[in-house]
């Protein structure tokens, strides 16, 4: 018997890539529970599977930076305080990413890539250690959501957040509207999204010189030339992050979706002063702000 609940959850994280930096994604998660009916005759309740198995697996991966940590460029190391890790992801060609952050920042995945396979890989393992014993297979699928049209991939952190968007490092994939006069401007779409294709968000009032952060061994020969800084402290801990100025926009606000959407507004006003502007700005899926000017 099988039991199954698409759109489960959404999995809004970010995660480290050779090639492209630290990538935010939004994953759509279905699930099918296969196993015997238990004494209220269910695989199990479909209250249990909203509630628990959504819960598991939004505390293994959603808002956190997923590390493969398997791959060559990553370098872990504990800090005394037991609580915080650096991460260390040795790109070449001046574009390595440090970090440090609690621990709860980070989900390791036992693979040398970060991808669909292995984030599902990841959380099949860590959901299978709480079904009951009715349940004898488990089958996940993640799923980018379908844009017809185009989307960027942003990585950002709201440090007066009270939950895990204080995150430094957690992402979304996003649609973007952009709206002249009351019709969508499809050029002007792509242009932001290009410009902002797997980009770091930082806001302006974060940025820390490099010589002030808490930075391991490995990112001794870092400059600012090169690289940029962020850190600040938040419930949960000090967030700090060096990431390549190539990979980075700054933005004078904090990176909400509510900030994005108005400060994207007031960009694209000065490229066309006489027309009407909207901006609908989405985080991850399903969600997102509108911004006027």
């Known amino acids: 018997m099988q039991l199954f609940v698409n759109d489960l959850t959404v999995i809004d994280f970010s995660y480290l890539c050779p090639q492209r930096g630290i990538v935010g994604e939004s994953w759509i998660v279905d699930i099918i529970l296969d196993g015997s009916l238990n004494e209220q005759s269910m695989v199990l309740d479909f209250g249990r599977v909203k509630k628990q198995i959504k819960r598991i697996i939004d505390g293994a991966v959603d808002h956190k930076l997923a590390i ?14 037991g609580n915080s890790y650096w991460v260390d992801f040795m790109r070449p060609d001046h574009r390595s990413i440090h970090l440090f952050c609690p621990s709860d920042a980070f989900a390791f995945i036992d693979a040398q890539q970060v991808t669909l396979e292995s984030i599902t890989e990841y959380l099949r393992a860590v959901i299978k250690r709480e079904l009951p014993e009715n349940v004898a297979g488990l089958s996940l699928q993640l799923r ?10 942003y990585t950002h952190g709201l440090k007066k957040h009270d939950g ?42 974060d940025v820390a010189p490099l010589t002030k952060l808490l930075r391991s061994s490995n990112a001794g020969e870092i400059s600012e030339d090169t690289h940029i800084g962020y850190s600040y402290s938040a419930d949960q801990g000090l967030f700090e992050l060096i990431v390549p100025r190539s990979e980075n926009y700054v933005i004078p606000t904090d990176s909400t979706v509510e900030c994005i959407a108005v400060y994207l507004a007031e960009k694209v006003k000065q490229q066309c002063a006489d027309k009407n502007v909207q901006v609908t700005a989405f985080e991850g899926v399903g969600k997102g702000a509108i911004g006027y000017a």
């Not at 493969?68 to 305080?81: G, I, L, Q």
């Not at 968007?165 to 019709?183: E, M, P, V």
């Open 68 to 81: 493969p940590a398997e791959h060559p460029y990553t370098r872990v190391s504990y800090h005394p305080d």
């Open 144 to 153: 980018p959501e379908e844009i017809p049209g185009a989307f960027y991939h």
């Open 164 to 205: 895990n968007c204080q995150r430094i490092a957690h992402g979304h994939r996003s649609r973007l509207y952009i709206s002249l006069d009351g019709h969508r401007d499809t050029d002007l779409e792509t242009q932001w999204c290009e410009l902002w294709r797997d980009i770091y968000l930082g806001s302006t009032e």
